[in-house]
């Protein structure tokens, strides 16, 4: 028996030196062009764990070759029973292909670390088209949410599997010998036999199908589909298992969302967001929707959030069903958003491809801008790009301050490299680039060019010099020029701004430098466009072209405020002077300021704080200010700078309780404003404000709060959603452990697991600790949900260190449990360690990490580190700032000796 394994298997240690491998040596030879694909799988399913799988491939051969190359991984391609056949394929004048005999190859060797086989034939290939048969391979249904795998459930008829596919980004062949790789676009007919009873889906429409009987008396279906258009294979898709479905129709276009049996109906929401998604980006791109369907799939393991395979969208359960009566909002805007990201890619990634996964920001970056267009022309009363300050521009800004980040545009090799860049650079970075265009040529522009791209590389690939053209063309400006030192370097710059009074207003005085985390600098220098406007001014943008420039502005008054980066829509932080911060400080307590302004002023400042370069102390005076702020994105943002503070200052005794005070007083005024009775009448994102209320006041030590939240969890009344995931916490910190426990297990709605499995990590019971992680490891808890746990558990002291010992020492089992190249085990990684603040804490990841080399996490064990040594810098610096704050705000000296 012949077979691939994965490198995952035999692992890219650190001692193999890679840097001298170049894209050539890992991509198949061009002279091998895909053209089709004939596939058909049988899954011995659901009983067995294995498929059986057939496939024809038509190749233009370019030039003379006495070998082909095909990617494959973990397959047994029967070398030795049913051997790789080859065959000249030629269309005769009838337009009818015509073939010679076939010929078997000669030999075929594998290479594991370029998880390809290499056949060798027994006579040379001349250029033209050929047909290559795999008679008969076989292949492993896994557990690992990766290439094709099954995932167990259990419903009211006991246990059920669901078997169906993954293959973004390198993982096609796990299931079928193919040219994995995107810029192979070809055309794909695919066939599934399994039991006649379960429902299959694929790409394309059912056209066909035969019953067979098995010779055991059970019958088996042969589903036929149709052929699809040139897709790259990791767009390939089937899905099998027993399901059932709602639909709805848009212009025309049936969609349908399926679930496991007895769920669809969760699914409305989505099927909504769809119907009106399709619609939207057809007219917004000019550019219609290439089908008459869309089926939309809930799958119980899976490893992403949804995933966009050509007109079969998978999506984990959480992100697809909901109930809309029991569900928070956040989770809500979740659905909407992932949903219309999908329905995106069917024009950006699926019609129009980038030509590598370098170029992945051409796909993803654009998903979540557009995502965003579309939910906030269905639900404008969301305020959606207010939100997008925060969860968009604020993760990216994050990310990308670390010196172990990369370029949006980034070399990438090994299936590993490529699995890592699915991260908040690829996203969230390359999102704020598309919308920092966006707003310099305007909507009309914005729209033409993309009308050009789409239809310029229709079924095609494209790079970022292609997008660059077709801006260019549309818009007139120099985008090349000025875009590419944002997408080919690292990072984003510091804009550092005083302002002087001129002849007739105000000179500003501006440069730029590198933010990084960590405080240090370099060189790196950016074309900056400068939105910005005056309390009485305009806006207006100007573009920082050089290291420093001076702008007279001469319709600015010099003694009043003046917001830089206005509307953030640009990608830098500010630091003002002293001065010019002042005058900014009435519009914040006013909110006359556009809450995404307020917002990013506290984020920028924030930041400055924690790369040191402003004393803590002034950050927590601006902070202070937004006692009475009203906006719920500003508040989401207030809560996760609150939370991070809090984790970091929980060691220290001799501040812990004075940050206890302080948080205290900042939100006593929201809580009493909201409490615990939702009002008639009142907005969705009030609801979510009563709630960072009164976790607040939880996290502040008010008892009052706490009793009553506990009373609450104890009266059987109906809890709202958005308070569930506090009200659970807070009952497991007051006892009741095993009743949320058993709420877990009892629940069957994807939002009920996850806020009951969020709260059994927040016991603060050593014995509990223990008893959760070995729990969360168990049968009892996905490992596609592994990171909610994880991330609770990490985030106080004494069950974060619990936590890491476990992983540590139980390592392998943790592989093996959630899989070694999937997405998760970066997130599960990158969670247990955030909140490490120690340099021998950082020593001891660093250690680890050596020991345990992964490449599919080393960016991500790289940033990790980073992070707890710009945490130790930090707390190690700025210690006296905090204690010179909170002596003169909330203690006095005797109390904090």
């Known amino acids: 028996m012949s077979s691939t394994k994965s490198p995952n298997d035999t692992k890219l240690s650190s001692e193999f030196n890679t840097s001298n491998v170049t894209l050539e040596d890992v991509l198949l030879p061009a002279r091998q062009i895909p053209r089709h694909y004939d596939l058909t799988f049988h899954p011995f399913f659901p009983k067995e764990n294995e498929f059986k799988g057939y496939a024809k491939i038509l190749v233009d051969i370019t030039e003379k070759t006495s070998e082909l190359h095909f990617h494959s991984v973990g397959l047994d391609l029967q070398q030795d029973k049913h051997p790789v056949r080859v065959r000249p394929f030629i269309v005769d004048s009838k337009s009818q292909p015509s073939t010679h005999g076939w010929t078997t190859v000669k030999s075929m060797k594998v290479d594991e670390l370029f998880q390809k086989v290499v056949f060798t034939l027994k006579h040379d290939l001349q250029p033209g088209p050929y047909e290559v048969e795999f008679p008969e391979f076989t292949g492993v249904l896994n557990d690992e949410m990766m290439g094709f795998y099954r995932s167990k459930y259990e419903d009211s008829e006991g246990e059920k599997y669901m078997a169906s596919t993954q293959f973004e980004p390198c993982d096609a062949r796990r299931a079928f010998p193919c040219i994995d790789q995107p810029q192979s676009k070809a055309t794909f007919s695919v066939s599934i036999i399994c039991e006649e009873n379960l429902t299959v889906l694929s790409n394309m429409p059912e056209i066909g199908r035969e019953v067979h009987i098995h010779e055991n008396g059970k019958e088996f279906a042969k589903t036929i589909f149709a052929q699809t258009g040139k897709l790259p294979t990791y767009l390939v898709a089937f899905v099998i298992g027993d399901l059932d479905y709602i639909e709805d129709t848009s212009s025309g276009i049936c969609i349908r969302v399926y679930a496991r049996k007895g769920q669809s ?86 019609r129009t491809t980038g030509k590598y996964w370098t170029y992945l920001w051409l796909q993803e970056g654009f998903a979540r801008f557009c995502e965003h267009l579309a939910v906030d022309d269905q639900f404008p009363d969301w305020n959606i790009f207010t939100e997008y300050a925060s969860g968009v521009l604020g993760t990216a800004l994050d990310l990308d301050s670390l010196s172990s980040a990369h370029p949006v545009e980034v070399p990438v090799k090994f299936p590993e490299e490529i699995n890592e860049i699915f991260d908040a650079i690829s996203y969230a970075v390359g999102s704020v680039i598309i919308r920092m265009i966006y707003t310099w040529i305007g909507r009309e522009s914005f729209r033409d060019a993309l009308h050009t791209y789409l239809n310029r590389f229709v079924e095609s690939n494209a790079t970022t010099e292609d997008l660059w053209q077709c801006m260019e063309e549309a818009s007139g400006e120099p985008i090349r020029e000025a875009m590419d030192g944002w997408v080919k370097q690292t990072g984003y710059p510091l804009i550092t701004v005083y302002q002087e009074k001129g002849d007739t207003g105000t000179i500003l005085h501006i440069k730029q430098e590198r933010f990084l985390q960590n405080g240090s600098t370099d060189d790196s220098l950016w074309k900056v466009p400068i939105w910005l406007k005056g309390a009485k001014t305009d806006k207006e943008m100007i573009f920082l072209n050089g290291r420093e420039g001076s702008f007279e502005m001469e319709n600015l008054p010099y003694n009043d405020w003046v917001k830089l980066n206005f509307g953030q829509t640009g990608f830098f932080r500010v630091k003002y002077s002293h001065e010019m911060m002042q005058h900014l400080h009435k519009p914040i307590r006013e909110k006359t300021l556009p809450a995404e302004d307020r917002l990013m002023i506290l984020s920028d400042t924030f930041a400055l704080a924690v790369a040191r370069k402003i004393p803590v102390d002034t950050y927590m005076d601006i902070l202070s200010m937004y006692n009475e702020e009203t906006e719920y994105a500003v508040w989401m943002e207030i809560s996760g700078q609150l939370s991070e503070l809090r984790a970091l200052l929980m060691p220290h005794d001799n501040l812990y309780p004075a940050f206890e005070k302080f948080l205290h007083r900042l939100t006593e005024k929201l809580y009493h404003r909201y409490g615990f009775e939702p009002k008639e009448g009142e907005s969705q994102a009030d609801a979510q404000l009563r709630n960072i209320a009164i976790s607040k006041q939880i996290a502040a030590q008010n008892d009052s709060v706490k009793q009553k939240a506990l009373n609450l969890f104890l009266s059987g009344a109906e809890i709202p959603a958005d308070l569930k995931r506090t009200v659970y916490s807070t009952a497991v910190e007051m006892g009741k452990y095993d009743q949320v426990k058993a709420m877990y297990e009892k629940a069957d709605l994807p939002f009920e697991k996850q806020v009951t499995l969020q709260a059994l990590c927040t016991t603060k019971s050593p014995e509990r600790i223990d008893q959760t992680i070995d729990y969360i490891f168990s049968d009892k808890v996905r490992s596609q949900d592994l990171y909610f746990p994880i991330a609770g558990l990490a985030y106080h002291e004494v069950s974060r260190d619990h936590l890491w010992k476990f992983m540590k020492k139980n390592w392998d089992m943790i592989l093996k449990h959630i899989g070694k190249g999937n997405f998760l085990l970066a997130a599960v990684f990158k969670y247990a360690t955030r909140h490490f603040q120690t340099q021998d804490e950082a020593r001891d990841v660093a250690d680890f990490f050596k020991q345990h080399y992964n490449k599919s996490i080393e960016r991500t064990a790289n940033q990790a580190e980073e992070r707890i040594r710009t945490h130790a810098m930090f707390m190690k610096e700025q210690m006296l700032s905090f204690e010179k704050y909170f002596v003169r705000q909330v203690y006095s000296k005797e109390d904090l000796s």
Request: proline share 5%; charged share 15%; hydrophobic share 40%.
């Open 265 to 350: 109906h969760l699914g409305k929401f989505a099927l909504k967001s769809a119907v009106h998604s399709l619609p939207f980006f057809s007219n917004f791109f000019r550019v219609p929707y290439p089908a008459r369907h869309l089926n939309m799939v809930a799958i119980p393991s899976f490893s992403a959030g949804a995933m966009e395979n050509e007109f079969l969208f998978t999506f984990r359960e959480s992100r697809l069903l909901l109930d809309e009566n029991n569900v928070d909002f956040s989770n809500l805007k979740a659905t909407a958003r992932t949903t219309s990201h999908e329905c995106s890619h069917t024009w950006f990634g699926n």
